[in-house]
């Protein structure tokens, strides 16, 4: 079974608002909302990937991420580790540079069953206030 890396940014604003962004309809777990982020590449650190993907997905370049937690996750024909951080310091307004939709959610009203199922005991904690 294949096992993906993956450095997760939740960008988060003054407001507690979180950024968002729709998985494309031709992606695995299409049309899901997901935070920005992507796959750790070889000879690739976890936070120099999410800098990385940011920059590529929302245009931001960010100064500020705090590690949160990692979520190991098996679909049917995929295994994936999520890295998680925090990132409230960033150069730049983030915007779906990949055409994607995106929106800001108060961190309250995020909707577990919205994302796949591997954010979804993170998405508690952040509802609950934990983060």
Request: hydrophobic share 40%; glycine share 8%.
């Amino acid at each position: 079974m294949k096992h993906l890396q993956v450095a997760v940014g939740i960008i988060r604003n003054a407001s507690h608002q979180i950024f968002l962004a729709q998985r494309a309809a031709s992606s695995h777990m299409a049309n899901k909302w997901e935070f920005p982020g992507g796959k750790i590449e070889q000879d690739e650190t976890a936070e120099q990937a999410l800098k990385r993907e940011l920059m590529e997905e929302t245009g931001i370049e960010v100064t500020a991420a705090q590690p949160i937690g990692q979520a190991d996750h098996s679909y049917e024909d995929l295994r994936v580790t999520l890295h998680f951080f925090l990132v409230e310091g960033w150069h730049g307004e983030p915007w779906g540079k990949e055409g994607q939709p995106q929106r800001w959610v108060e961190q309250t009203a995020l909707v577990a069953e919205e994302f796949p199922p591997a954010n979804h005991a993170l998405i508690a904690r952040l509802v609950a206030g934990e983060i």
